[in-house]
T-cell receptor, first 113, second 115 residues
Framework: DQQVKQNSPSLSVQEGRISILNCDYTNSMFDYFLWYKKYPAEGPTFLIS?????DKNEDGRFTVFLNKSAKHLSLHIVPSQPGDSAVYFC????????????FGQGTRLTINP | DAGVTQSPTHLIKTRGQQVTLRCSPK?????VSWYQQALGQGPQFIFQ???????QRGNFPDRFSGHQFPNYSSELNVNALLLGDSALYLC??????????????FGSGTQLSVL
């Protein structure tokens, strides 16, 4: 039972353009959502998060949007840079302080020069 | 400041054997969680240790067990290895005693291959 889904295994974007990564979830108990970035041979690193009481959170070039009614969130990267090439994981948990993260399958983002 | 460190980085075992993986949390962190990442999948929660006790567990069989030491480091043990246990095992640490919205910091993982 995949509670968090990232339906695009890969995405290719030109440098300077916008990258949009999508994530859907099925568990209504999820209350807090995060995006992690993973380079090869490294562990995932935290990127940005959003609480269910918000619909948008911004941090520099990264913005996460949450649509609770659709159980959908997206990560926007503007402008995309070559260093953004990595695997991006969407994750969810049932409350902000919970330790258990439920991850999606990941989307491999490639930024082309 | 050292981050989360895991050892070994790679390990090859045969079916039926037992394996122990080790993790040292980031300085100042008191909680360790373990995740299994199969090829092409996202990390899957195994269990969490806090105050030397297992506090939460994911959907993994009893063959998976762990331990946390007084210095907050942790071990993951897997008995009777199966081919399907081949995966990247990630350790993540955080400070539960903090504000309550603590980010998880991950180590680079141990790549386990079961032949």
């Amino acid at each position: 039972d995949q509670q968090v889904k990232q339906n695009s295994p890969s995405l290719s974007v030109q440098e300077g353009r916008i990258s949009i990564l999508n994530c859907d979830y099925t568990n209504s108990m999820f209350d807090y959502f995060l995006w992690y970035k993973k380079y090869p041979a490294e562990g995932p690193t935290f990127l940005i998060s959003i609480s269910s009481i918000k619909d948008k959170n911004e941090d520099g070039r990264f913005t996460v949007f949450l649509n609770k009614s659709a159980k959908h969130l997206s990560l926007h990267i503007v402008p995309s840079q070559p260093g953004d090439s990595a695997v991006y994981f969407c994750a969810a948990k049932e409350w902000a302080g919970a330790q258990k993260l439920v991850f999606g399958q990941g989307t491999r983002l490639t930024i082309n020069p | 400041d050292a981050g989360v460190t895991q050892s070994p980085t790679h390990l090859i075992k045969t079916r039926g054997q037992q394996v122990t993986l080790r993790c040292s949390p980031k300085s100042g962190h008191d909680t360790v969680s373990w995740y299994q990442q199969a090829l092409g999948q996202g990390p899957q929660f195994i269990f969490q240790y806090y105050e030397e006790e297992e506090r939460q567990r994911g959907n993994f069989p009893d063959r998976f067990s762990g331990h946390q030491f007084p210095n907050y480091s942790s071990e993951l043990n897997v008995n009777a290895l199966l081919l399907g246990d081949s995966a990247l095992y990630l350790c993540a640490s955080s400070n539960v005693g903090g504000s309550g919205n603590e980010k998880l910091f991950f180590g680079s993982g141990t790549q386990l291959s079961v032949l």
